[in-house]
């Protein structure tokens, strides 16, 4: 698909990974229109940067038919969607709260399920469109101090085969499950050591192997949905 001068919707764009893809696919002639939840200064500084558009929005907090308002009057018709917001809560397995789990499979899961059936529709009947949904290696092996996290991830994977099949052949639906790209806010230099070491490819993985790898999904190829890329220097393999 040529992606110039297509809409994308971007959630979590204000900072890290979702910056750096508003930034690129700006680069690439796109028009971005870039959600965030509390990160106003950050969103406005990538607004001037990029002269994207700007959608504030707590997806823990917001009714649906709410959510759907706003995206109709909001943001309007998109040919690409990013589902890349995420909630990253740790607790021990055993002491994880009603609360703290309804708010990983919201805004992990849920709302990601509702974004893709909201613009989803839109691409299908304008007869094109690229879905891609940022999934996580915890997917297949989960990390018990973040259990809700990567259950939630492990059913975005299923929802990106499904909704391959719902929205085909119009819409291409994939995902990428990174390994570390960029560490953990706060993150001890022995605890990145550590890490590095069980990386076959003993580093992380660079931010522009990412935007390459969306690159290849929303604009090199046609023929590949359902599909997870697993982008994590191998570091799954020696789970």
């Known amino acids: 698909m040529d992606i110039k001068g297509k809409r994308v919707f971007i959630t979590g764009a204000a900072r890290r990974l979702g910056r750096a893809m508003a930034v690129h696919l700006a680069a690439k002639g796109c028009d971005i229109v870039a959600h965030y939840r509390h990160s106003r200064d950050d969103a406005e500084s990538l607004k001037s940067e990029t002269g994207c558009g700007l959608f504030q929005c707590d997806f823990e907090n917001i009714a649906l038919d709410d959510?759907?308002?706003?995206?109709?009057?909001?943001?309007?018709?998109?040919?690409?969607?990013?589902?890349?917001?995420?909630?990253?809560?740790?607790?021990?397995?055993?002491?994880?709260?009603?609360?703290?789990?309804?708010?990983?499979?919201?805004?992990?899961?849920?709302?990601?399920?509702?974004?893709m059936q909201?613009?989803?529709?839109?691409m299908k009947n304008a007869g094109e469109g690229k879905i891609v949904n940022m999934a996580d290696?915890?997917?297949?092996?989960?990390?018990l101090n973040y259990l809700p996290y990567s259950v939630a991830k492990a059913g975005l994977v299923s929802l990106t085969r499904a909704m391959a099949r719902a929205?085909?052949?119009?819409?291409?639906?994939?995902?990428?499950?990174?390994?570390?790209?960029?560490?953990?806010?706060?993150?001890?230099e022995e605890a990145k050591q550590k890490l590095i070491k069980n990386i076959p490819?003993?580093?992380t993985g660079a931010v522009a192997e990412l935007l390459e790898t969306i690159d290849f999904l929303i604009s090199s190829v046609d023929y590949i949905t359902g599909q997870t890329i697993v982008l994590d220097g191998g570091r799954s393999l020696t789970w």
């Open 137 to 143: 290696i915890a997917a297949d092996k989960a990390y």
């Open 118 to 122: 909201h613009f989803g529709s839109i």
């Open 201 to 203: 490819a003993h580093r």
């Open 67 to 115: 959510l759907k308002k706003r995206l109709n009057n909001e943001v309007g018709d998109v040919s690409i969607l990013i589902n890349n917001a995420s909630s990253f809560g740790r607790s021990n397995w055993d002491a994880i709260s009603e609360e703290f789990w309804n708010r990983e499979i919201s805004v992990n899961l849920k709302v990601p399920f509702f974004l």
């Open 167 to 188: 929205l085909s052949p119009e819409v291409q639906v994939n995902a990428i499950a990174p390994g570390t790209i960029l560490f953990v806010e706060n993150m001890s």
